[in-house]
């Protein structure tokens, strides 16, 4: 009876649907735990993504596991919240109602658009999309691991040293952070994890090109000699980085760089991003890269009850033309603002302008190296990766993941191995033996490059080379 009278009490309580568990979504739903609504959270994922360390599970430093945790554990203590595993495929923002992926459709009083953002491939999603990687998913990060990781593979096999050392040439396009900071882990991996692992290729051959259109990197931000920092750290890793240098074509053998034609086995894209396109779906003013265009408290002009936030929104401070940038915290801050408006309403309340206090930004640059800068606080080389570290896993989900990050980094810089080098995926070999049916969106093209001759006669392989002797640090 006391059951009956509860659910019958929560029934009529107000429905706040928030769409997205990542760290906008996850952040507005903790903030309305034990608040007088009935909150349901919609995500196509049953995970809650740490995207920051996304370019750890592309180079092999870390599992997906170590990433991601499940939402309904997140939110397992909270109960006026349940979550729903689906995506999202439309709306009726007058209706009050989203479609999900099955055709049904779920009622709401209050909306929380929390869905991210995706690659932005500048219109040539139909062309380059296809023969460079991005890195927004853990299906992404896997494919790069992979990738990568059969391009050296494939080079050691490879006789003609022209098609090998193509092989061995990563091309990074993008110098924001997630360029910077996959450029710089690359050059760790060949320099330091692969160095003694193969007999043939020396994969501290390996080229690893980072193209940046404006002439300085990290330019969304960072303080220039922070951007001058990085780009020496990088340096000293070994990466060639190209400012000031437009990219003008990808096709499936490398990359048109101003002039010049780079061969290349692996073509990495961290050049932007954009929203998805479910923001589209709700009928109201989005800008060019897809976001919702939001008012001051984080609500939809004209609609008091859609929130929009995190990279899916733009949203101006007052007084700025520039919107506030698609970083963690700017999503985390605005979800919970979002959160609190809404129960600030419910208690016939007046909104709140929304506020963002910048705690500050950094990037990583390989296994010990890094920039950081937060107010008038900068730091670069190995104190500002000690800070990278410490922040990084003090914002990891979940007390299983920050053990395991912490283990898996010590044995790494340690040992300068890695645990997570696995090729994995739905390839065979043997185009003819289809054992398992393949999805439809793994592509043909996306196999290495270079396919090589097989290894005839013992002459012609190339010579052995000795290991090479662990890297000093
Ligand atoms: C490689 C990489 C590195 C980064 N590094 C940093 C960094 O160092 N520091 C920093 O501050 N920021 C970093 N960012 C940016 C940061 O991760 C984002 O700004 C942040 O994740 C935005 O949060 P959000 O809640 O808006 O979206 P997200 O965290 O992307 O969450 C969106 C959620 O919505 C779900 N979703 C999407 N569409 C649907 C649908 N139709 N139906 C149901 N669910 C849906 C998704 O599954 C996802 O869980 C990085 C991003 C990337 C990709």
Redesign the pocket.
């Known amino acids: 009876m006391e059951g009956t009278t509860a659910s019958a009490k929560s029934s009529s309580l107000p429905r706040v649907v928030i769409?997205?568990?990542?760290?906008?979504?996850l952040h507005a739903a903790r903030e309305l735990d034990g608040a007088p609504v009935q909150v349901t959270l919609?995500?196509?994922?049953n995970y809650?993504?740490f995207?920051?360390l996304?370019?750890q599970v592309a180079m092999a430093g870390l599992s997906p596991a170590d990433i991601a945790y499940p939402i309904r554990t997140v939110l397992r203590s909270q109960e006026n919240t349940r979550i729903v595993h689906?995506?999202?495929?439309g709306a009726d923002v007058n209706a009050r109602t989203l479609t999900l992926h099955d055709g049904t459709t779920i009622p709401y009083d209050y909306l929380i658009i929390?869905?991210?953002?995706r690659t932005n491939f500048f219109g040539k999603e139909d062309t380059w999309a296809h023969h460079a990687l991005g890195?927004?998913s853990i299906e992404d990060a896997l494919e790069v691991r992979r990738r990568v990781l059969l391009a050296f593979e494939t080079a050691e096999r490879e006789q003609d040293p022209k098609k090998r050392q193509a092989l061995l040439t990563f091309v990074v396009i993008g110098g924001g952070?997630?360029g910077v900071e996959i450029a710089g882990a690359l050059s760790d991996l060949a320099r330091t994890v692969l160095a003694r692992d193969f007999r043939v290729i020396d994969p501290k051959s390996a080229r690893v090109i980072l193209v940046e259109m404006v002439d300085r990197l990290l330019a969304g931000g960072f303080d220039e000699s922070l951007s001058q920092s990085a780009k020496r750290q990088l340096e000293e890793l070994g990466v060639e980085v190209r400012l000031g240098t437009a990219v003008k074509d990808i096709n499936e053998q490398g990359v048109q760089v101003g002039d010049e034609f780079i061969e290349s086995g692996v073509v990495l894209w961290t050049a932007g991003?954009m929203a998805?396109r479910?923001t589209r779906k709700f009928g109201v003013e989005t800008d060019k890269g897809g976001r919702i265009v939001v008012g001051n408290d984080c609500s939809v002009p004209g609609h008091p009850e859609l929130f929009a936030?995190?990279?899916?929104a733009r949203f101006v401070p007052e007084g700025t033309t520039q919107p506030l940038p698609?970083?963690?915290?700017?999503?985390i801050q605005q979800?919970k603002h979002a959160a609190r408006m809404i129960v600030a309403t419910l208690e016939s309340k007046p909104r709140e302008t929304f506020s963002y206090y910048d705690k500050g930004?950094?990037?990583t640059i390989g296994r010990s190296r890094a920039i950081a800068q937060a107010g008038k606080v900068k730091l670069s080389g190995f104190m500002a990766w000690m800070a990278w570290l410490v922040v990084h896993i003090w914002f990891l989900v979940g007390f299983r993941n920050r053990v395991s990050v912490v283990l898996n980094w010590f044995w790494a810089y340690l040992t300068y191995r890695r645990g997570a080098r696995l090729i994995t995926g739905w390839r065979s070999w043997d185009w003819n033996d289809h054992d398992h049916v393949m999805p439809p969106q793994y592509e043909p093209n996306s196999m290495p490059r270079a396919a090589p001759a097989p290894i005839e006669k013992a002459s012609e392989a190339p010579p052995l080379r000795a290991p090479a002797p662990r890297p000093a640090e």
Do not use: N
């Open positions: 769409i997205g568990g990542g760290f906008g979504g919609v995500d196509r994922w809650h993504l995207q920051p996304l370019y689906a995506e999202v495929k929390a869905s991210g953002a890195l927004k952070p997630t991003v998805r479910l936030i995190g990279d899916c698609g970083v963690a915290q700017v999503a979800g930004m950094m990037a």
